[in-house]
């Protein structure tokens, strides 16, 4: 998601983050459900606009990592290329990442964002992650990853249109969480809008466990939404 923003979220957890603080002239708050600030503006007539969830991935040293060799060994088999997205290979995933925008969900909590124009800085640093799958040489799914509190945090992953349910979706996160695991990592974090169906079963195939819902909720007088154009940022906040 960042399909959504990258407030550190698509994902669970990152600080609650206002619309006010994404340049939001609304009076919109993001909270997590259980926070107790949320059942207080509900019961003062507040309403929960959208709602993002938040995942978390935790694996121990001995963990069983079929399920991620499977979904890769099974996109090879079917005639993929899947592997990790070198530094000069980033225009390409840049290209399909416009591509498929506009299939990213866009609600007041969600939404697609351009990638940041130095990824190949960032991705040439490791502090950035980036798997694909390649179909005939042409890259046709993505996933990219950064650091964050201690986890990977999945800021977007999305599949060309024409290839997807065929498991590639699965088969790009379970190569980023085979290799970061083989490089010690233990812990990942996804996220994204609840109306994404794909992407939770996704992230549920791969062992990703919801943790409590973020809710956008706007005032009694702001009911009928953000302005037309607005984009806000989840509070797990990316798109995965
Ligand atoms: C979401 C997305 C990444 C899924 O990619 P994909 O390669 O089709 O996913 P997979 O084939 O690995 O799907 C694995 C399983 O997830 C489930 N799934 C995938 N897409 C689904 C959908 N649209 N609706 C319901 N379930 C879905 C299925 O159970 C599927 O297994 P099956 O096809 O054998 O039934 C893709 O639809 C996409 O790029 N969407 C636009 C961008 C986006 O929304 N990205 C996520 C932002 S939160």
């Known amino acids: 998601m960042t399909g959504s923003a990258r407030l550190p979220g698509d994902s669970t957890a990152p600080a609650p983050v206002t619309?006010?603080?994404?340049s939001n002239p609304s009076s919109a708050r993001i909270l997590r459900q259980d926070d107790p600030e949320h059942a207080e503006l509900l019961a003062q007539g507040w309403t929960v606009a959208a709602t993002s969830w938040g995942a978390r991935l935790d694996l121990t040293?001995?963990?069983?990592l079929s399920v991620y060799d499977r979904a890769v060994s099974a996109a090879r088999r079917a005639g993929y290329e899947v592997r990790e997205v070198r530094a000069r290979e980033t225009s390409a995933l840049v290209d399909l990442d416009a591509l498929v925008a506009p299939d990213f969900p866009d609600t007041p909590a969600s939404h697609?964002?351009?990638?940041?124009?130095n990824l190949a800085g960032r991705i040439a640093r490791g502090q950035w992650r980036a798997f694909g799958a390649w179909w005939q040489g042409r890259i046709v799914a993505f996933t990219i990853l950064y650091r964050f509190e201690g986890r990977w945090e999945v800021d977007r992953t999305a599949v060309e249109a024409s290839h997807r349910r065929r498991g590639l979706a699965s088969?790009?996160?379970s190569a980023s969480i085979l290799t970061t695991y083989a490089e010690g990592a233990r812990r990942w974090g996804t996220g994204g809008a609840m109306a994404n169906a794909g992407s939770l079963a996704v992230n549920r195939g791969l062992g990703f466990l919801l943790e409590p819902s973020w809710h956008t909720l706007l005032p009694p007088a702001e009911t009928r939404g953000p302005p037309p154009g607005h984009h806000a940022s989840t509070g797990p906040a990316t798109q995965a």
Do not use: F, Q, R
Request: charged share 30%; proline share 12%; no cysteine.
């Open 171 to 173: 088969a790009v996160k």
């Open 112 to 117: 697609h964002e351009p990638l940041p124009l």
């Open 19 to 22: 619309l006010d603080d994404v």
């Open 61 to 64: 040293a001995g963990s069983d």
